[in-house]
């Protein structure tokens, strides 16, 4: 009966979960009716390999309101402010040290905001560059209809072969654990964000206290859109006009940026993870098993394949974005193996105390 309860979540998941596997919506090009001004804040900690064109296409905006440029640089040791070169709209800002309490991007974009003074307030990181035309459309969907908060899934970099096997799932992911149509509905109580990209009203971030309320966000991004939806409306949407440059060229640096932040994910708790383990067993898992281990042309065979062909259907979006062949859908049970071993590590590592690392900062191991 197992592999007839994995049918049934498919056909959830697939009608019942917010559409999750559509991969949209994206946001096509736009121009705002009005243009108020924007200071863009750009949290930078060693990416002086990337940071030269990230900053030269945010000053390249074709927007009609003011735009400026806030680089904070979070004690960098390998010359990230220097790197960004110098403009009359970019102002760069040596951070200070990070209280405790405080997450490292986290404390950087507070002192971003504490400079700022525009209404609207762009949050993006320091790999990602910008189409000309992404900041006009960010602040149209904005105000049509009107939102606190648009954020984005940028592309992300799909070029070396773990790239191609592992990103397009991450992604998809992501989409099943925040469907982005029930994020963006405002009835709808599950918030998320993608933080590569947030634009956000400074009186939404007014309202909630500031960055302050969510100062130790490991996910900062998801943290905050949960603050913003208690009393505002979110928009979630994948970009055409933004695309990260950072290389993924290894597996091994695909498991590092996996293992550290999905024990985070899931709150720490053991019994969370359990229950993870144990739901992407029932989802990716049982239909492979029915096909390859039951009788051939039993019930239990076709009921198999049409619960794995369920799950690599919906993979196809993703896959289409990516422009990957429809064929690497059939790797997805295998691909979830990697992604939940990678699940388990990040507890090990929690539980050894060596929590998440990133630019040599360490978070949130077990006491």
């Known amino acids: ?30 121009r705002p009716l009005t243009a108020p001004d924007v200071d863009i804040i750009v949290p930078a900690r060693d990416e002086a390999a990337l940071i030269g064109p990230v900053i030269a296409s945010l000053l390249a905006q074709d927007y009609a309101g003011a735009v400026r440029v806030i680089l904070v640089d979070d004690n960098s ?39 700022s003074t525009a209404p609207l307030l762009l949050f993006t990181d320091a790999d990602i560059t910008h189409d000309p035309r992404h900041l006009a459309t960010l602040v149209a ?10 954020s984005e899934m940028v592309r992300l970099n799909c070029i070396s072969w773990p790239e191609r ?18 994020v963006n509905n405002p009835r709808a109580k599950l918030a998320g964000a993608a933080g590569g990209t947030v634009l956000l009203r400074r009186e939404a971030l007014r309202r909630i206290g500031g960055l302050a309320c969510i100062k130790g966000a490991l996910i900062d ?17 994948h970009s055409g006009l933004a695309q990260s440059i950072r290389p993924y060229p290894h597996t091994a640096d695909i498991w590092a940026m996996i293992t550290r932040s999905a024990f985070t994910q899931l709150n720490y ?30 019930w239990r065979f076709f009921i198999g394949l049409v619960t794995y062909g369920l799950g690599a259907l919906s993979f196809f979006p993703t896959l289409q974005r ?44 077990a006491t």
């Open 1 to 30: 009966m197992i592999v007839f309860l994995a049918l049934l979540v498919w056909l959830y998941l697939i009608f019942l979960h917010g559409k999750f596997w559509e991969s949209g919506p994206e946001l096509k090009a736009a």
């Open 77 to 115: 040791a390998d010359g990230t402010a220097a790197a960004a070169a110098t403009h009359p709209r970019l102002t760069i800002i040596t951070g200070a040290a990070k209280p405790a309490g405080w997450t490292g991007k986290l404390w950087a974009l507070a002192q971003g905001v504490e400079a």
């Open 141 to 150: 969907r904005l105000n049509t209809p009107r939102v606190d908060m648009a």
């Open 165 to 182: 096997l592992l990103i397009p799932a991450f992604v998809y992911f992501f989409q099943l654990l925040y469907p982005f149509a029930r």
């Open 221 to 237: 991004d998801v943290a905050l859109a949960r603050a913003v939806k208690k009393g505002g409306a979110l928009y979630l949407g």
């Open 269 to 298: 708790s053991a019994l969370t993870l359990a229950g993870t383990i144990l739901g992407l067993a029932l989802v990716w898992f049982v239909a492979p098993c029915a096909i390859l281990f039951s009788g051939f042309l039993s």
């Open 322 to 365: 990516y422009n990957q062949p429809k064929a690497m859908a059939l790797l997805l049970p295998g691909i979830a193996a990697f992604y939940m071993a990678a699940t388990l590590a990040s507890a090990v590592q929690y539980w050894r105390g060596t929590g998440a690392t990133w630019k040599k900062r360490a978070y949130g191991g």
